[in-house]
């Protein structure tokens, strides 16, 4: 099977991402982004298709085991993030992907929606 370079460069994000620590990472767009939680470390938002990012502390999560829903809220400044993660499937129209987790995320007056998946 032929893999084209753009899956090959996706996949080592991916995997980079893994590498790092990361426990669970996610995409989504209109306007393009990137989610990236280290459990007891740090939720890392980059947004408006990489032009801002956005670090705040990962607290624990709030699961809802009933709705299949685990919720992350925290602050970055004066700005709440409030991350939540509802058991998918999801499908990812940009890559053909399809991935265990919905993605919500709520920052400053604004609503992103995506799909992700744990790395570890």
Not at 91 to 109: C, E, F, L, S
Request: net charge negative; charged share 25%; hydrophobic share 30%.
């Amino acid at each position: 099977m032929h893999t084209q370079p753009h899956e090959n460069r996706r996949a080592a994000i991916w995997a980079q991402a893994k590498l790092d620590g990361v426990d669970f990472r996610a995409t989504g767009n209109e306007p393009g982004w990137t989610l990236e939680i280290t459990e007891g470390r740090q939720i890392r938002f980059i947004h408006d298709y990489g032009q801002k990012e956005t670090l705040a502390p990962c607290p624990g999560p709030a699961n809802d085991l009933e709705a299949h829903r685990t919720t992350y809220s925290t602050t970055s400044g004066d700005q709440s993030l409030i991350v939540t993660l509802t058991a998918g499937p999801c499908a990812d129209t940009m890559d053909d992907q399809i991935y265990p987790k919905y993605v919500r995320i709520d920052w400053d007056g604004r609503t992103f929606a995506g799909c992700g998946r744990p790395l570890h």
